[in-house]
């Protein structure tokens, strides 16, 4: 079973569950999908009605601690640690895998002095450890690791959720895109045309050339000829006085 697969299961799991509780009751199905150890998808739990509501309670806390686990890092929660719920040790280990992903989406050579100061990590076995036992292993990612030039060179990631304002920058990024390629099409196209005009230019010379090539021979053909004899009979009169002379 393919990740995306795996995530579906669990996303519908934790969606109807928040679907059928209110209140305090939420808490521990936030802290129950932000400790799993194979869910990294939160906008559909989030999106819940009941989920929602939880802003501006007294649980409302927990609700931006979802929100951190949905777009933020192990450094957004170290910055905002004091208004926010304490992390038991699956949380951490989860925050720290969603960093990774956060990392692997704009650079796909992640140097090891930038990971181990993101994920407060001491040493590049430690490091290391982390990127296959807890990155790797757990499907969400793929990539090197690279010890000579002390580097992760990523070949895949998992998405993360689109953080607020994303959707809008990818769809202008896409119509940009689109347009581009249009103009670019629109030029293949007369490029397509202009070549296949110069063909037919070049067959319509050729053959002009094979015309007046046949012209020729066939004018060469109608030419007099003139016999071995008539012309070799200068050469046998010479010789014939050469032997008088003798």
């Not at 199905?29 to 150890?37: D, F, G, N």
């Not at 045309?193 to 021979?217: G, Q």
Request: hydrophobic content about 40%.
């Amino acid at each position: 079973m393919d990740i995306e697969q795996k995530q579906a299961e669990f996303i519908e799991y934790f969606v109807k569950k928040a679907e059928s509780l209110k209140g305090g009751s939420l808490v521990s199905v936030i802290v129950e999908a932000t400790s799993h150890p194979s869910l990294f998808a939160f906008s559909e739990i989030l999106s819940v009605p009941s989920i929602s509501e939880l802003q501006g309670s007294e649980y409302s806390a927990v609700l931006d601690l979802l929100r951190l686990f949905a777009h933020g890092s192990w450094n957004d929660y170290k910055s905002n640690a004091n208004c926010l719920p304490p992390l038991g040790p699956d949380q951490v280990r989860k925050l720290k895998q969603l960093t990774v992903l956060t990392l692997a989406e704009t650079n796909k050579i992640l140097p090891y002095d930038q990971l181990m100061q993101q994920l407060d990590v001491s040493n590049v076995r430690e490091l290391e450890d982390f990127l296959i036992n807890e990155c790797m292993y757990a499907g969400i990612v793929k990539g090197k690791l690279d010890q000579w030039r002390r580097c992760f060179e990523v070949l895949f990631a998992a998405g993360r959720d689109l953080r607020p304002g994303q959707l809008d920058n990818m769809i202008q990024t896409l119509s940009t895109w689109l347009t581009t390629s249009d103009n670019l099409l629109l030029t293949i196209q007369d490029k397509i045309r202009w070549a296949d005009t110069m063909s037919e230019l070049d067959k319509k010379h050729r053959k002009e050339i094979e015309d007046k090539v046949e012209e020729v021979k066939k004018t060469i053909k109608k030419l007099p000829t003139v016999s071995r004899a008539t012309w070799t009979c200068e050469a046998t009169r010479r010789s014939l006085s050469q032997n008088l002379v003798e």
